[in-house]
């Protein structure tokens, strides 16, 4: 428990699971309000400070809806986190404009609308901060993911637009930019090899930390962002990447140095 976010009314969307769960967890510790966005009914939260909110963000609607929930319960909006998103493993070759426009609908327009109608409302009290979850992939290419690192990609430089336009009216925009989690969206492709735990111990020898990250470590990144402590950064990606892109890919070639 902390102080940290004492007061602040938050938003995140896609908070059922995996990262956007541990961000609405780490808020609540720390003692905001936040209202869990997700278009699945999540498994009980056990903060009295986490409210559910059922809806698609691919909905502007459902979207506006949250967000007037948050300000009428909190009297404002202070944090928005743009967070839900999918992944579809194609090549682009074998991505249908379907499922093109699928990944866009959640990950690009998604965080568009969220962040377009989370500003107008903290227009209205002097500010606050908007954190969007990208990813190493939006600034990275990966034959595999190339429809989905092309909304990440999106979701970049729409945070370093807002952040410019939002700057002298009080609203911070940042990004927090995972490398692999395992949450499902992740595990879900080592399932698809014939031997899981090796599938995992081979991406993880290509982190310069041995490891990849957890939920809650992109949670802390998400807190450190939407609170004064980052006071004078915007427009920044942090990488919670555990040095990912810090890597010449040849890196993994060499071994252990030391
Ligand atoms: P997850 O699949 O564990 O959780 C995503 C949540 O978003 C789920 O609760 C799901 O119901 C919700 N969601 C999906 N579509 C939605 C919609 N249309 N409206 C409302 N909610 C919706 O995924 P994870 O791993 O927690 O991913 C969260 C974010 O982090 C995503 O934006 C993802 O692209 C990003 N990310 C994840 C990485 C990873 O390795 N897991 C790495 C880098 C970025």
Redesign the pocket.
């Known amino acids: 428990m902390s102080d940290l976010l004492s007061e602040r009314t938050c938003v995140v ?9 541990a961000i609405a967890e780490r808020f609540a510790s720390d003692g905001a309000r936040v209202l869990a ?4 009914q ?1 498994a009980p939260f056990d903060s009295s400070c986490i409210r559910v909110h059922l ?4 909905n502007e609607s ?1 979207l506006v809806a949250a967000l007037d929930a948050a300000v009428e319960w909190g009297g404002r909006l202070d944090v928005m986190v743009n ?5 579809i493993e194609r090549t682009i070759a074998d991505t249908t404009t379907e499922q093109f426009d699928q990944l866009v ?3 690009l327009r ?1 965080v568009f609308i969220g962040l377009r109608e989370a500003a107008a409302r903290m227009l209205q009290t002097g500010g606050g901060a908007i954190v969007n ?5 939006g600034v990275t290419g990966d034959p595999l993911l190339g429809a ?1 690192s092309a909304t ?1 990609g999106g979701v970049i430089n729409l945070t370093r637009s807002a952040a410019v336009t939002y700057g002298k009216r009080g609203i911070r925009v940042n990004a927090v ?10 595990t879900r492709t080592w399932d698809l090899a014939p031997d899981p735990a090796r599938a995992r111990r081979e991406m993880e020898r290509l982190y310069p930390m041995g490891r ?2 957890e ?1 809650s470590e ?1 949670a802390s990144a998400a807190a450190f962002l939407a609170s004064d402590m980052a006071s004078a950064v915007t427009g920044a990606l942090l990488m919670v990447d555990c040095g990912l892109t810090a890597a010449n890919p040849e890196y993994a070639l060499i071994g252990e140095l030391t």
Do not use: H, M, W
């Open positions: 969307t896609g908070a059922a699971n995996g990262i956007g769960r966005f997700d278009r699945d999540p809806g698609s963000v691919e459902d967070n839900a998103g999918i992944q609908a959640v990950n998604g979850v990208g990813s190493v992939l989905y990440k930019c995972p490398g692999a989690v395992a949450t499902p969206l992740t990849i990250v939920a992109v």
